[in-house]
């Protein structure tokens, strides 16, 4: 509650929120840069670099694209291959771990 009420998280649906259900790489790391303050600065201008450095960045929901590319950038997540983000793929409970972790390091 007190995450939705930040803004940090939305729902599943527009009376769903779905505490159970699975989380993608790009949800988890939009709720990390809303936390930071939803702030996107350099990284918004390397959109070029990261849609040619990852062949898969289109797959990347348009509404959070901001967060993957302020995660990428801050080196919060990195590609599950050389070239590939798996936006969509559920995260599994280790990539959260190092995705936490990095983000911890971030902002100390």
Partial sequence: NWAAEKGYVN????NTFS???KITRQEVVTILFRYSGGV????????????SQFKDSGDI???LKPGVYWAVYQGVVGGVTQDTLAPRS????AQIAV?????A???Q
Wanted: aromatic share 6%.
């Fill in 11 to 14: 729902g599943t649906g527009a």
């Fill in 40 to 51: 996107s600065g350099m990284e918004s201008l390397l959109t070029g670099v990261y849609v």
């Fill in 19 to 21: 505490p159970d259900g």
């Fill in 99 to 103: 995705i936490l972790v990095r983000f």
């Fill in 90 to 93: 559920t995260a599994t409970r």
């Fill in 61 to 63: 929901a348009p509404a």
């Fill in 105 to 107: 390091e971030k902002m």
